[in-house]
Every structure is written in structure tokens, then in C-alpha cells.
């Protein structure tokens, strides 16, 4: 299956080293692979596998290899003062690609630094407009595949339910024996999986992190520790309440969705909002990475209680208001106050069953499929 970055790393490789990240299994080798094809003599390394990482460590890799592509690289100690030693000395014509299923934020800190040595890039699930590019399927159909698979090449190509749910189960198995243990100690791996399954039931709500350590009798800051990992490992992302003062909007609490929306409890609305979450996701991040547009994906929740599901901004200032329906046509009113109080947005209400479009004042009933389509991404 073609991605939507196979295009745009390739040209990227030609003038820098591109850092290519996303979730386990989203498809960064199989990406990786396409632009070996290309690229030959090309070599793959991934530090998880010791033969591999044995050639890494001793930097014996085939030096005509036109493409170099190295995976999970950051977890080799001192691994940014190792990569920028190799990015200043390697060949010019040799194009390096590095792979990781983990954030690697720390570009961004003190030490050694990169910068201006690498082009970033993240690789998403599927999207709407992906899954209609390659399937031919209409929008309102790609959704509802989406929804029930969710985005993930495997499951999203698999023959049937029953493959993809096959899939899924052995995902968390191996996220868990694989990745989350790199952070965490085994004893606590129960309560990690227990936390996990708790915000599968809890998709689209405020995350009360106080409430959530009572019930599972650990302390706040074990459990923010256990979200941070989450976020790390591209598990789950979180999404902040509007405020333009970021340190205010900091302090109320998160909404908290799945990189996976097969992961979501089987609920019609929780499973459209949180792939709705991952598309708008996706869009934001792509517009920072292909055009370094300052885009933001927030949720708006009055003290009062009135909320609208998402709001898209744009160099701080919002440009969409979204809420999200499964069947209801109906205009949700805190929409449509929050379209009177920020009338130079787009207020819209997604709706993915719906038989008939209407407006009502500054407020838009679309069906959900088509305008998702419609994003960069």
C-alpha cells in the first residue's frame, strides 16, 4: 500500500537525514522498504536485532549503500552524539533514513544537537482519504471500515473481522512485552494494563487523573508517569483544552484517544470521535511537517460545563469548531454558541450517518466521510 509520505521522504533524502517516526506496525518499514527499492544499493539496520546492531556498533556497514536506513536507533547510548558524527562524515551521495516506534523528543534538548542536519516526519494510521485513494471506496464507507478496523495497515487490509481482531490481540501482547517494559518495571506492568484498559472506556472524556489513581489505588504521579509512556510509545496521544493562555489550558484536564481506534470499547460514538481525533491529528501534524504551518488540535470545555468534541487552530487562532454525531442531525448546542462567540471560525457538526445536509445560522451539518476527506492528509 502506498503512503501518503512515500513521495515526499524520498525527496527529502536527497539534501537531508530524514527522522521518521510513528507507532509500532503503522508502517515505517514497509515505507522504509519501498525507498530501498528505489535506492540500490541500499542496507537495512535495526538496532533491536543483534546481528544488526553488532554492524551498527562497529559502523561496518556497506559504504556504497546509496540509501543507509536505521531503525530504533535511539536506543543505542549516546545516540545523538553517534548519529551526528555520522551525518557530518558520511558520503554525499548517501542518503540516511533513521526509523523509531518511539518519540524522540529529545532532539529538541540539550546536548548534542542536530539541528539543521534533518527533515522530521510522522507516519500516521490510514485516513479517510487514504483508504478512498486506495480502495476506491466512497468516504461515508472508508469511515465506517475505519471505525471498525481502524487505521492500521494490517488490520485495515485484512480479509476479514476476524484477521484483523487476530492482529490486534497480538499488538497489545507485544506492546507490552516489547516497548512498555523498556520504561516500567515488571511489578508494574497489572496496573499499566489496567490504566490502559480504563481509558479505552473513557475516550472522549476529560481525563481526571486523581480519580482514576483512586481506583487503582496507586499515586497521581505514578499514573501521569504511565500516560507519559503511553504518549512515548505512540499508544495514546492526548488532546488540550483551547485557552491562549497555554499554561491555563495546561492545568485543566486532558482528553485522552488511541493512535488505534480498534482499540476504543465497541461504542458507535466513542469509536467516531476518537477516528475523527486521529485524522485531525494526522492533518495538524502534516501541515507542521511538509509546510511548518503553527497548527494546533484542542477540545473547548466551558466551567459550565459546555463542550464542543474539537477545535482546530491556526498560528493561535482557531480556524474550526467540530463536534462529532454519530446519527444525530440535530445542532448541539454548545456548538452553536461557541460559532456566536468565535464567528470567524468554521463551526461544523460531523456527522457520519446522515441523510441530508443542512446549515443552521453559522453552524453546518456535514457528513462526516466527505469533509474528512478533504483533509491534507
Known sequence: MKRYLDDRIRTDLLRKLVI????????????AKSLIADLQPAQYLNWDIAEDRAILQRRSW????KLL????IHKMPGWKAWLKGLVDGRAPDQALLVTGSARMDTFRQSGESLAGRYFSWRLHPVSVREWCAHSGATPADALRHLMRRGGFPEPCLAENDDEAARWRSQYATDLVRE???????LHEITALKLFLDMLRQRVGSPLSVASIA??????PNTLKRYLDILQALFIVFTVQPWHRNIGRALLQAPKVYFYDTGMVADDPGARLENAVATMLLKHVQ?????LGKDTGLHYIRTKDGAEVDFALSEDDALTHLLECKHADPNPHRPLLRFAQQFPDTIALQLVAELRQE????????????DWLAQLDA
Open 69 to 72: 536506513v536505521m531503525d530504533e
Open 358 to 369: 443542512e446549515s443552521f445560522g453559522q453552524v453546518a451539518i456535514r457528513r462526516a466521510g
Open 286 to 290: 502534516f501541515r507542521r511537517d511538509s
Open 20 to 31: 521518521l517516526t510513528g507507532p509500532r506496525q503503522v508502517g515505517k518499514t514497509s515505507l
Open 179 to 185: 516497548d512498555v517494559l523498556e520504561f516500567s518495571r
Open 62 to 65: 556497506d559504504r556504497s549503500a
Open 214 to 219: 483512586r481506583d487503582l489505588a496507586i499515586a
